[in-house]
């Protein structure tokens, strides 16, 4: 049976909101190399050009980057296109098809020199056109229906949401363009890593509806970039052949070939790459222990952007008041989350106490402060008033009312579920008489429906406001907007499924939207950053990890992203001795 990794997202509402997410600026569970080989003679191995590397992909509908919803596509594609800008490993702006920017007018424009030396893989010219052209088709694909949802992937930097808020593109000349937007957006830059597309592909005189319906093509693409790799042969359901573009702007990389395995799953995927028959897989689940002694295979841990919570009912009084944070302070200090991440994530999790991925840029230097504490908890709800008065080891409110409070979560995850059960005996621990709102025993043999079947039970619960304690996680996207989680506004949606309210938060989740600059956005989101841990809307329990495993044969600056699995793939490079065994 295999279980789903399912993360407590409402599909309904996303469509509605900005994304959401973050990444590490003191590496806190950064990426661990478990397997790093050391050269003891002390000089490093020079890279080699040659080799084919063999890479798993799921179920492949589209090539077209600007529609597909399959995450490892996603990754792929990354290898073809190339965005303005990207990501880096903390998830700061860093210039990809941008030689330089600069923002103006209050946040308002963004100034853009383009580089010059860029070519597209059929040899044309890149030139503003073509970023003007993208912007256009995104903006469509986002006002019309049969388009919208496709470009709404919740891995990806940029929503409809996100693109409406430019307003036009100014060609300056060949190489020079300014994007202005509708007010100031702290995301403006983030939101502008999709991948840039060919204009005189698509647009066969007149520039309209026909040239960016044929850019959002489904079926017949010809995926045309300008980055590391270039197209070679698309064999359907089977292989995906990409070979070096030898006049890349940053130069050849050092492998000749990928392929790209088509399969049906990431369960067939680890199979295949347990036979030797790819160079590299995701971990599936979080036992990749077995792997650790294995000579063939390198694993390099990383941290998703899978986040795990604990949310509070703000409808419930027992939590809606100063007493109410009280409360929720003392559940922080309860709850022993290294235990959890070592006895259920067999160690493969990042504890955190923020919403906010653990290497973001936006990180601040004080965001971890609730260490585990049954002392301080316990201090803290006697000085809230609640007491044992009758020796039964739960405390009672000042009428001589037991706490009690539900912990609800869907207990067909059976990470979640063991999960669940420690954060009851830790409640109990501190004196809460912590209940078990979900099933206890879950049967042997559970189908992929049944499991579907009770999350939407779950959800419905959730969305009614029946729970006091939901366990649940959110998949954030890589550009940080909290929004979505604790705005007032968002109630309504459904994704403030707590039902928080406050006015100081909403006017600082919208001075961090608005920021006109960097500076002004790392400032807005610090005084953010302390309001949370202040209130605690939720405890936030950790970010889960996950592992590149690869062949040892694949040597270099091997450094996956949660954003970007390839990440410095023109770096990687195959010995000689080894590159003739993968070809066929």
Not at 6 to 33: R, W, Y
Request: aromatic share 12%.
């Amino acid at each position: 049976m295999k279980f789903r990794r399912i993360t407590a997202v409402f599909l309904l509402v996303v469509l509605t909101i900005l994304s959401v997410g973050c990444k590490n600026k003191n590496e806190v569970g950064g990426t661990i190399d478990n397997n790093k080989e050391k050269i003891e003679s002390g000089e490093e191995e020079k890279p080699e050009y040659g080799g084919t590397l063999r890479v798993p992909l799921t179920t492949v509908e589209t090539l077209n980057p600007l529609i597909s919803e399959n995450i490892s596509y996603y990754n792929f594609s990354k290898l073809i296109f190339e965005g303005l800008f990207k990501l880096d490993k903390n998830l700061n702006i860093e210039n990809q098809l941008v030689q330089n920017y600069e923002i103006k007018e209050d946040g308002k424009v963004i100034g853009i020199k383009l580089r010059e030396n860029v070519v597209w893989h059929d040899g044309e010219k890149f030139t503003a056109k073509d970023v003007k052209f993208t912007i256009d088709t995104l903006k469509y694909a986002g006002n019309d229906n049969i388009y919208k949802n496709s470009i709404l992937s919740n891995f990806k930097s940029y929503t409809s949401s996100d693109l409406r808020h430019i307003m036009d593109v100014k060609i300056i000349d060949d190489y020079n363009i300014e994007i202005v937007f509708d007010r100031a957006f702290s995301n403006g830059l983030e939101i502008l890593t999709f991948p840039i597309i060919p204009r005189h592909i698509f647009v066969k005189g007149r520039e309209n509806s026909s040239s960016y319906k044929a850019a959002l093509a489904e079926d017949n693409y010809t995926p045309i970039g300008t980055g590391p790799y270039k197209f070679s042969k698309y064999e359907k359901i089977k292989s995906i052949n990409l070979e070096a573009n030898t006049n890349w702007w940053q130069g050849k990389p050092y492998i000749s070939t990928i392929i790209g395995e088509i399969m049906k799953d990431e369960d067939l995927a680890m199979t295949s790459f347990e036979a030797n028959q790819v160079d590299l897989t995701t971990s599936v689940g979080v036992d990749w222990e077995k792997y650790f002694q294995s000579k063939r295979v390198k694993i390099i841990e990383y941290v998703s952007q899978n986040y795990e919570l604990l949310g509070f009912n703000f409808s419930r009084k027992v939590f809606a008041d100063e007493k109410g944070k009280e409360l929720r302070k003392a559940i922080a200090y309860g709850i022993d989350r290294q235990s959890i991440i070592q006895k259920v994530y067999m160690g493969h999790a990042t504890q955190v106490d923020l919403p906010i991925y653990p290497n973001s840029w936006l990180i601040s230097d004080n965001s971890n402060i609730y260490g585990f504490n049954i002392d301080k908890a316990k201090e803290i709800l006697s000085s809230a008033g609640y007491k044992d008065e009758n020796g039964d080891g739960f405390v009672e409110d000042e009428n001589g009312k037991t706490l009690t409070l539900k912990v609800t979560t869907n207990s067909y995850n059976p990470l979640r579920l063991k999960t669940a059960d420690l954060i009851v005996e830790n409640l109990k621990a501190i004196g809460i008489n912590a209940t078990k709102d979900y099933e206890d025993n879950v049967p042997n043999n559970i189908t992929d429906e049944e499991v579907e079947e009770q999350w939407q039970k779950y959800t419905q619960k959730i969305k009614k406001g029946d729970f006091d304690i939901a366990l649940m996680g959110w998949q954030l996207s890589d550009v940080c907007d909290l929004s979505f989680a604790f705005h007032s506004s968002q109630i309504y949606y459904g994704t403030n499924f707590i039902r928080y309210s406050d006015e100081e938060m909403d006017q600082l989740l919208f001075d961090a939207f608005s920021a006109t600059n960097r500076e002004e956005k790392k400032k807005a989101y610090g005084k953010l950053e302390d309001k949370i841990l202040e209130d605690l809307p939720y405890v936030s329990l950790f970010f889960r990890n996950e592992a590149l495993l690869i062949d040892k044969n694949i040597k270099g600056n091997i450094n996956p992203q949660s954003n970007n699995l390839y990440y410095n793939i023109e770096k990687w490079y195959i010995p000689k001795e080894f590159q003739e065994k993968n070809v066929d």
